[in-house]
């Protein structure tokens, strides 16, 4: 049924329960998983700190290595139980966007991820990329807690 499933991940323990999910189901389908790491771009973060206006190879170089250690925990997960793997990551500033076009980039024909659970409040102000993913995705669209 399904061949190609992206995993977004933030690092989150939610993030890495959907991932465990998401490689549960490939393994039982077949299909292999795209992990995908969203990072903020320079210029989201360059007016909090001198030292990152001053060095954004340092900050580039930081943030990937970062992202890198993220998508590392899922390919381990996948290792774990025979799963194909591929990982990536983008700088963008809108991570559903990111995260759709990571989706058709890999010819994903679901994506599982998971959420914060956040409600009220928090929800209006901090928004939910998860929720953003859901009402944009063209293709299933897995959600955890």
């Given at each position: 049924?399904?061949?190609?499933?992206?995993?977004?991940?933030?690092?989150?323990?939610?993030?890495?329960?959907a991932?465990?999910?998401?490689?549960?189901?490939?393994?039982?389908?077949g299909?292999?998983?795209?992990a995908?790491?969203?990072?903020?771009?320079?210029?989201?973060?360059?007016?909090?700190?001198?030292?990152?206006?001053?060095?954004?190879?340092?900050?580039?170089?930081h943030?990937?290595?970062?992202?890198?250690?993220?998508?590392?925990q899922?390919?381990?997960?996948?290792?774990?139980?025979?799963?194909?793997?591929?990982?990536?990551y983008?700088?963008?500033?809108r991570?559903y966007?990111?995260i759709?076009g990571?989706?058709?980039?890999?010819?994903?024909?679901?994506?599982?991820?998971?959420?914060?659970?956040?409600?009220?409040?928090?929800?209006?102000?901090?928004?939910?990329e998860?929720?953003?993913?859901?009402?944009?995705a063209?293709?299933?669209?897995?959600?955890?807690?």
């Amino acid at each position: 049924m399904f061949k190609n499933i992206l995993l977004p991940t933030d690092g989150s323990e939610q993030s890495l329960r959907a991932a465990q999910l998401g490689i549960a189901l490939a393994r039982k389908m077949g299909a292999k998983v795209h992990a995908y790491h969203v990072l903020a771009p320079l210029a989201a973060v360059a007016d909090f700190s001198d030292l990152i206006r001053h060095a954004p190879d340092d900050y580039h170089h930081h943030a990937i290595g970062r992202a890198q250690r993220k998508l590392d925990q899922v390919r381990a997960l996948a290792e774990q139980d025979g799963v194909p793997f591929e990982g990536d990551y983008a700088f963008d500033h809108r991570p559903y966007t990111a995260i759709l076009g990571a989706a058709r980039q890999y010819d994903c024909d679901l994506i599982v991820m998971g959420t914060h659970g956040r409600t009220g409040t928090d929800h209006m102000m901090l928004g939910s990329e998860t929720n953003k993913v859901l009402s944009c995705a063209d293709i299933p669209v897995l959600v955890c807690r």
